[in-house]
């Protein structure tokens, strides 16, 4: 099961993420990036997203 967080107080809405991860991640009325599905069935392109978040602030687990 993958499993993806986000600090989500601690992102910049750089959209980093957004741009690498369009299938799972988008940008919120409020700026800032947050993931369509924290449970997906598979990680696809969330470890991309999680290592180009200047912040730190995504996290996936396998």
């Not at 947050?34 to 990680?43: H, Q, S």
Request: proline letters at 8%.
């Amino acid at each position: 099961m993958v499993e993806v967080k986000q600090e989500h107080e601690k992102c910049i809405g750089c959209g980093a993420c957004a741009a690498m991860c369009p299938d799972n991640w988008e940008m919120g009325p409020d700026g800032k990036a947050r993931p369509k599905d924290t449970k997906p069935k598979e990680v696809g392109c969330n470890k991309q997203a999680e290592s180009v978040c200047p912040v730190k602030c995504i996290h996936v687990k396998e």
